[in-house]
């Protein structure tokens, strides 16, 4: 299998691979962020501009909120392991942004590397845990710092 085929977004027009970043939309008239980059008018209700940017999103945050998956979610869902192991998820507050972006924690990272206040950075990480799936999903990675909140 040829590498390049391994780095292809899960959901085409939603990241980048190199650098790993999420693309969101913002509005040139008042500097409102939307993620995920759908829709054309600008979410804010003294606004109805409907000439919405894409733009890559801060590549980095706090963690606002987290939690892990204790029960197995349903199909879609692809079991990375079996028996099925919990896998954290963190609500990470954009740097610039200050928008609040929800994914999983990065492999090899659980809820006991997770606190509020918790730098994290984005990363890119196939979707299966063999390695060999065409496809990434974004996930959170912990800096291992502490922001004062
Ligand atoms: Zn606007």
Redesign the pocket.
Known sequence: MELAQGRVPVIEGWFTVEPPALLGRR?P????YMFPPTGQW?P?PR???DDLETVPLSRNGTVWSYTDAQYQPPAPYLPRTDPYEPFAIAAVELEKERMIILGQVADGYGVGDLSVGTRVELVVEPLESDGEAAKLVWRWRPLGEEVDQ
């Not at 008239?29 to 409102?32: D, E, I």
């Open positions: 509005c008239a008042c500097g409102t600008c804010n606004c109805g501009c």
